[in-house]
């Protein structure tokens, strides 16, 4: 960050250093010098400086150097993460260059803790990081990293051997660097496909290894979606795509919508993700969002129809797929169901280009061939068995190419059967009534026959149809009841839905300068939008959208409606939080002050107004002990007054520490004589063998005085309460350990928070500042405060602080 800062400075930018932690760093601190660096806000917190939002702002440089982009600021700050500062600074047109580790990205925070067994507290959302207009990815090799610690480049000397044998190991290290490759590769990734969509590029590039299986909802898709996840196992960084083709008239039959919910968790448990496309064309749809994903193959099922089926009906979905595919490797994959479907096929919901025009062509030839079979078999079926056949292929061809179709094989059949095989033969015999009461009643018979079965298939499709948009309307609003989808994910469903090429959330001026763009090129793709509320509109950009998907296209609009409402609340929450939160410590502030400080003034008060009075005349004994009172009184109201203003310091991060090595035994002395004098006195163990800690001796002071205080309360008479010291990984834990009635694992946390005493009813012991400042002051000093279990019954206070050798 600071090498890209001196490249722009020289080039003549103004450039800035926001803040730097060099953490002792010589080489790192060199390179500071020469560039402007603002002073930091007062304090620090985890041992790091604080970024000073307001003189940045006022300073406004071209570009601001802002080091930890994951880093939680101060208590008293206005952000409570450091990104929320950038974001603040980004909108009032600051440029910023920052740095943060890749443990630090909230999506890898679990992989992260499971690959070094540490959590990660400190995090940064994935968003905020791909918003950066560059992201570079600062690379090495794991025994170079190493080799730089062991040269004191990274950490302290005193510090080298524990990091190399904890976090720098040399596993660790290489799931962390690729956990940063792959994670950077995504981001490329995502640039590829915005290239290639602005410049209408569809053919394959097979940069990456994309396998895409195509989901039926039958009972093959659980075997399809393992085999495609070999198949992407096999290669490095392969990537699985489940998706499933709803046609624009609804589902395709023999399709189950446990069965995808099953299939789904399925492929998202095997790294993959899984899609929903509409198209009515079933094999085009495939191929096309094969080609939009950069898919370099194609994972389907054989079949499940049987011979005559694909005899009748033709070629299929695998087929198809398979000519249209282009340089897209198909793979078809038997199972159990292959060549068991259905003795009679299942016919598609609607009428394509080709059935329309095949229905007309069949209802003339097919009455024809029929005549030419029954004119070399005559005598073998009567009048009325040969009128019959020829109402089968009316049927057939009503069922093929609709009614119109029928209607044409109709008349033919029923002309052909008036001349071929009705009395006299080879002539039209319309004078005859009964010859044309038959004819009549054919072909009304044929029609109404016809009819029905288009009535039929239409029905069907409006429920099927009805059926898919209401699945998708379903899983949609689970998703953002769940929170499960963010406004940019449900704009990137819609698109995905529609087979649209951007979806988009814009206001109405946005949107006017989109609709004269359309106007001005004729030749781009149509522009479908649906008002949305408060000005807002989804535009998606793409193929025209016929009535009945700008239905759907509208309910739609409405969850994302949703979403971005519940995203507006759950900003405007955030916002509130703090500001409740400094309501409630006012309150416990005002609570505490009105009583928890009257009672130490009201004792001190009383003893000096006595001792001052005339009418009464007391013993030396008596005046020793009436000024005792006063004494103990104004210490105990002066220590009250010291932690309030000491939480308060931390709270707005103007905490002055002073850091150096610092012996236990030398605060332990002071902090054991803070105690009560009729406090029993802790058992000391190990103390002498603790090397020095990085401390302010007068906080650690205070820390150690208020733990123990805390402790002898709780702690048994019988049982003192103990102080240990150890040294683990470069840090030294001092241990405060009582065998009182310890802590549930549910007030773990909460016995931390300023103004609480947990199930404490005597409002004599203090106002509950002392734990909430022993954590505030200990991580002031970059060191922690946790509670843990006593074995055999109690609470052990555990401070950890780095060594100072």
């Known amino acids: ?128 990081v791909r918003r950066a207009d560059r992201i570079e990815l600062v690379d090495m090799d794991p025994q170079e990293l190493r080799r730089r610690m062991a040269h004191g480049n990274i950490r302290p000397p005193e510090e080298v051997d524990a990091a190399l044998a904890s976090q720098f190991r040399t596993g660790n290290l290489t799931a962390l660097r690729e956990l940063a490759l792959l994670w950077v590769a995504d981001r490329v990734d995502e640039a590829l496909r915005r290239y290639r969509s602005e410049r209408g590029i569809g053919g394959v590039w097979e940069i990456r290894e994309r396998i895409v299986v195509a989901l039926t909802g039958g009972p093959e898709g659980d075997t399809l979606i393992r085999r495609a996840s070999r198949i992407a196992a096999r290669t490095a960084q392969g990537r699985l795509l489940a998706v499933h083709v709803v046609r624009s008239d609804g589902l395709a039959a023999g399709t189950s919508s446990a069965a995808l919910a099953r299939q789904r968790r399925l492929a998202e448990s095997l790294g993959g993700s899984y899609h929903t496309v509409v198209g009515d064309d079933v094999p085009t749809a495939l191929v096309e969002f094969a080609r939009a994903e950069n898919a370099t193959q194609l994972v389907l099922g054989t079949s ?49 280009a080709w059935r329309r025009i095949a229905g007309p062509v069949a209802g003339l030839v097919l009455p024809v061939l029929l005549t030419l079979l029954l004119d070399r078999t005559r005598g073998v079926f009567n009048l009325t068995s040969e009128a019959l056949l020829f109402l089968v292929t009316v049927v057939g061809v009503a069922c093929l190419g609709g009614v119109v179709s029928a209607l044409v094989a109709a008349v033919a059949a029923s002309l052909l059967l008036n001349y071929w095989f009705i009395p006299p033969e080879g002539a039209f015999t319309f004078a005859d009534a009964d010859n044309m ?22 029905l069907s499709r409006r429920a099927a149809r009805a059926t898919a948009e209401a699945e998708i309307l379903s899983s949609l609003a689970g998703s953002v009841v ?18 649209a090429e951007s979806a988009e959330l814009v206001d109405s001026a946005d949107l006017a300068a989109v609709t004269r763009l359309t106007a001005a090129h004729p030749d781009d793709p149509a522009v479908s939008q649906v008002a949305v509320g408060d000005g807002r509109f989804l535009v998606l950009r793409g193929r025209p959208l016929p009535s009945s998907e700008r239905r759907v296209l509208a309910a739609l609009a409405a969850h994302v409606t949703a979403a971005a409402e519940h995203a507006r609340l759950a900003e405007a929450a955030a916002l509130v939080e703090p500001v409740r939160a400094a309501d409630r410590m006012r309150t416990a502030l005002l609570a505490a002050v009105s009583h928890d400080l009257r009672t130490p003034l009201a004792a001190g008060w009383a003893a000096v107004a006595s001792l001052r009075s005339t009418d009464v005349e007391f013993t030396p004994d008596e005046r020793d002990e009436l000024l005792a009172t006063a004494d103990e009184s104004m210490a105990r109201l002066a220590r009250l007054i010291e932690n309030l203003l000491d939480m308060s310091r931390l709270q707005a991060g103007a905490l ?77 834990e001092l241990r405060i350990v009582d065998r009182g009635p310890g802590l549930s694992q549910g007030d773990r946390e909460r016995v931390f928070e300023p103004f609480q005493r947990l199930g404490d009813t005597d409002n004599t012991t203090g106002v509950g500042l002392g734990l909430a400042l022993s954590r505030g002051l200990t991580e002031a000093m970059s060191g922690t405060l946790t509670p843990e279990d006593t074995p055999g019954g109690g609470l052990t206070m555990v401070v950890s602080l780095p060594c100072a050798v």
């Open 1 to 128: 960050m600071l090498d890209e800062g001196r490249r722009r400075a020289a080039r003549g930018a103004d450039v800035v250093v926001g803040v730097a932690a060099c953490r002792g760093r010589p080489h790192t601190a060199s390179l500071l010098a020469g560039l402007d660096t603002l002073e930091p806000a007062r304090g620090v917190h985890a041992g790091r400086p604080e970024l000073d939002l307001d003189r940045a702002l006022r300073r406004a440089p071209g570009l601001l150097l802002v080091d930890d982009l994951a880093h939680t600021n101060a208590p008293g700050h206005r952000n409570t993460h450091r990104w929320q500062d950038i974001e603040e600074l980004l909108a009032a047109g600051i440029d910023v260059a920052t740095t943060v580790d890749i443990q630090h990205l909230e999506s890898l925070g679990d992989v992260v803790e499971k690959i070094t067994g540490v959590p990660q507290d400190e995090t940064v959302p994935d968003a905020v």
């Open 304 to 352: 499940r129809r049987r011979r005559l089926e694909r005899f009748l009906t033709g070629r299929g979905i695998g087929e198809t797929t398979v000519a249209l595919s282009g340089d897209i490797d198909v793979h078809t994959v038997t199972h159990e169901r292959a060549g068991h479907g259905r003795l009679l096929p299942y016919r598609r919901r609607t009428l394509p």
């Open 437 to 458: 009461l038959a004819l009549g009643v054919f072909v009304l018979v044929a029609a109404v026959v016809a009819g029905a079965v288009d009535r039929s298939l239409r």
């Open 482 to 499: 769940r929170g499960d989808h963010t406004v940019p994910a449900l704009l990137a469903r819609t698109r995905e839905i529609f087979g």
């Open 656 to 732: 002055n520490l002073s850091l150096r090595a610092t012996a236990l035994e030398e605060v332990l002395a002071a902090a054991l004589d803070a105690l009560p004098p009729d406090a029993p006195r802790p058992v000391l163990r190990g103390l002498e063998q603790a090397p020095p800690v990085f401390a302010d001796p007068p906080l650690l002071e205070r820390v150690i005085a208020n733990l123990v205080g805390n402790a002898s309360r709780y702690a048994p008479p019988a049982h003192p309460v103990l102080l240990t010291a150890s040294v683990l990984a470069g840090r030294v």
